[in-house]
C-alpha cells in the first residue's frame, strides 16, 4: 500500500506543471471570459436602447435575459474544459509510453522496483483519476465564481439568474462530468474510469505483443465495449422495455465492475509475465 | 548463485537465444561477451523478468525472480534509468523511498569518489558523469548481485578508469556480478568467468584464471581462438 501511495504521489509530481497550466488557463479564460462575454452583451443593449431607439421591454422580448448559459457555450468557458479533456485523453497514453520512448528509460526502474508491478498500473490510473477529479472540483468552485462575475456586470433588469443546479443542467457539458444525482455520477465516471483500464491494457497488450499487439489491443477495446452494450442490445433484440430504468442502471454499473475487474486482471498478468522494455 | 537454464527466446522469426545455460556465483565476476546482436542484453533483461522467455528458467539462490527479488539483485542497464529532469538527490531520495537495501552512507562515499555534484540535473550531465550516476544507483543497494550492461559504453578513458577502480573497490567484493562489455581489455584482469556467445548460443565458458595458469592464455586470447577461425 505505502508503495502504491508513494508511486501515485510521483506520478503526480510528473503531471504537475503541466496541470497548473490547465488550471491556470482554465481560470484565466473563464474568468475573462465571463467579463468579455458579458460585457459584449452590454454593448448590444446600450447600442439597442441608446442608439437604435429599443425599449428595454422589447429589447428583452428580443434577444431575452443575460444568463450563465449565454457565458457557458462561450468558446471562453467551453474551450479550457475541451482542452483539458483532450490533454487528460492524450495523458492516458502519454502516462505509459514516455517511460519507454523518452530520452531514459525509466520503465526499467518501475518494472525493477520491489513492489507488485500491478501497483505501477494502478498509480498510474489513480493519478488520472485524480486529476480528472481535481478538474470537475475546480469547476464547482469556479462556476458560482464566475456568476458572481456576471451578477456584477450585468444590471439585474437584464439578467436571469440561474442556481448551479440550473446552470449544470442546461450546460450539456457539465450535466456530463458533474451530474445531478450520485447514481448518475457513479455510471458516468465509473465509464469513464472503466475506458481508462481498457485503453491501459490495450496500450500493455501493445507493448507486450507489439504489431500484434496493436491488433490485440483494437480487438480488446471491441470486445469490452460489445460486453458493456450487450445486456441493452439483447434487451430491445429480445423484448425492448424488459427492464426498468433502475434495472438498466445497475446492469451499467455491473458492466463497468465486471470489465473493469478484467481489464486490471489482464493488465496484471500482462505486466507480470509479457511486458517487455 | 544465478542459474540460467535453457534459455530461448526469439523475436518475430529470429532466435536470438537458443537454449543458453549458465551460472554466475557470488563474489565472482561473470563476463558475457559475444558481438553485437549476440543476446548479451537480452539474457539481463530476461534474468531481470524484463522480458519474457519462450523457454527456460532463471532461478537466484534456488528461487524463481519475484518481486522481493529486486531488494537482492540490480540492474544498471547501458542507459540510466531515471527521469532527465530530477536533480541526483532527487534519484537518490527516489531510490531511498522505494528499496529497503538502499545505502545512503555507500551512496554518498561513491558521490565523493566520482566527484559528483548532487544538486546537479542528471540532464545536464556529461555522458561519464551520467553513466557513474546510473552506477552509483545500482552499487549503493546492498544487493547480492549487480547486472551491467556495457558499462564503459563510449564514454571518456578517465570516467572508464574510474569505475574500472569500483571493481576492485569493497563496491563490489563479495557480490555476484554479470558484466557485458565490448571493452573487454578495461576488465580483463579482473573477470573471474567468462561466457563467450555467439548465435545465440553459449560457444564456451571458462574459469579466467583456471585458463590463465594451465594454458597461459589470457581471455582475449581464448576469444581470438573462438570468434577468429
Redesign the interface.
Known amino acids: 500500500m505505502s508503495?502504491y501511495l508513494?508511486l501515485v504521489n510521483?506520478e503526480l509530481n510528473?503531471f504537475i506543471k503541466l496541470y497548473m497550466v490547465l488550471i491556470g488557463v482554465t481560470i484565466v479564460s473563464q474568468l475573462v471570459g465571463a467579463v468579455l462575454v458579458s460585457r459584449r452583451y452590454l454593448k448590444d443593449v446600450n447600442q439597442a436602447i441608446y442608439e437604435d431607439g429599443m425599449s428595454q421591454s422589447s429589447f428583452i422580448e428580443q434577444f431575452g435575459q443575460f444568463s450563465f448559459y449565454d457565458f457557458g457555450m462561450s468558446l471562453w468557458f467551453v474551450g479550457p474544459i475541451a482542452l483539458s479533456i483532450v490533454v487528460l485523453l492524450i495523458y492516458v497514453f502519454f502516462i505509459w509510453y514516455r517511460d519507454w520512448f523518452?530520452?531514459?528509460?525509466?520503465i526499467?526502474?518501475l518494472?525493477?522496483?520491489?513492489?507488485?508491478?500491478l501497483n505501477v498500473y494502478l498509480s498510474k490510473a489513480t493519478t488520472i483519476f485524480l486529476m480528472v477529479l481535481g478538474l470537475v472540483a475546480l469547476q464547482l468552485i469556479l462556476i458560482p465564481i464566475e456568476s458572481r462575475v456576471l451578477e456584477w456586470m450585468v444590471p439585474l433588469d437584464f439578467r436571469n439568474d440561474l442556481s448551479l443546479d440550473q446552470i449544470i443542467e442546461q450546460l450539456h457539458v457539465m450535466s456530463v462530468l458533474i451530474p445531478q444525482s450520485i447514481l448518475q455520477f457513479i455510471r458516468n465516471f465509473g465509464i469513464g474510469f472503466m475506458s481508462v483500464f481498457i485503453v491501459f491494457t490495450a496500450i500493455l497488450l501493445e507493448r507486450?505483443f507489439k504489431w500484434k499487439g496493436i491488433l490485440l489491443g483494437i480487438l480488446y477495446g471491441a470486445f469490452t465495449i460489445g460486453l458493456y452494450v450487450l445486456p441493452g442490445v439483447l434487451e430491445s433484440l429480445i423484448s425492448p422495455g424488459y427492464f426498468y430504468q433502475s434495472e438498466k442502471f445497475f446492469i451499467a454499473i455491473a458492466m463497468v465492475v465486471i470489465i473493469s475487474s478484467l481489464s486490471i486482471w489482464l493488465g496484471r498478468l500482462l505486466l507480470k509475465?509479457?511486458?517487455?522494455? | 548463485m544465478i542459474e540460467v537454464t535453457n534459455m530461448q527466446k526469439k523475436f518475430g522469426r529470429k532466435k536470438v537465444l537458443q537454449g543458453v545455460s549458465f551460472t554466475a556465483n557470488k563474489g565472482e565476476i561473470t563476463c558475457l561477451i559475444g558481438v553485437n546482436g549476440a543476446g548479451k542484453t537480452t539474457i539481463l533483461?530476461a534474468i531481470?523478468?524484463?522480458?519474457?522467455l519462450n523457454s527456460g528458467q532463471v532461478l537466484m539462490d534456488g528461487q524463481l525472480i519475484n518481486?522481493?527479488?529486486?531488494?537482492k539483485i540490480?540492474?544498471i542497464?547501458d542507459?540510466?534509468?531515471?527521469?532527465?529532469q530530477m536533480r541526483i538527490k532527487e534519484a537518490m531520495q527516489?531510490m531511498a523511498?522505494?528499496?529497503?537495501s538502499w545505502n545512503q552512507q555507500r551512496a554518498n562515499e561513491m558521490i565523493s569518489f566520482f566527484k559528483l555534484n548532487k544538486e546537479d540535473k542528471?540532464?545536464t550531465l556529461s555522458k561519464g558523469n551520467t553513466a557513474k550516476v546510473n552506477l552509483l544507483l545500482g552499487l549503493a543497494l546492498d544487493v547480492d548481485y549487480i547486472l551491467m550492461d556495457e558499462p564503459f559504453s563510449g564514454i571518456d578513458i578517465f570516467s572508464r578508469e574510474q569505475i574500472a577502480d569500483v571493481f576492485t573497490s569493497h563496491l563490489i567484493e563479495d557480490r555476484g556480478v554479470i558484466i557485458t562489455t565490448h571493452e573487454i581489455n578495461d576488465i580483463e584482469h579482473l573477470i573471474d568467468k567468462a561466457i563467450l556467445l555467439g548465435d545465440g548460443q553459449v560457444i564456451k565458458q571458462f574459469n579466467a584464471e583456471e585458463i590463465r595458469e594451465q594454458e597461459g592464455k589470457s581471455v582475449i586470447d581464448v576469444m581470438r581462438e573462438v570468434y577468429i577461425k
Do not use: G, Q
Open positions: 508503495n508513494k510521483f510528473r523518452a530520452k531514459n528509460t525509466f526499467y526502474r518494472l525493477t522496483l520491489p513492489t507488485a508491478r507486450s509475465y509479457k511486458v517487455t522494455v | 533483461n531481470m523478468n524484463l522480458t519474457p518481486k522481493k527479488s529486486y531488494e540490480t540492474f542497464p542507459a540510466i534509468t531515471m527521469l532527465p527516489f523511498d522505494f528499496y529497503k542528471i540532464s
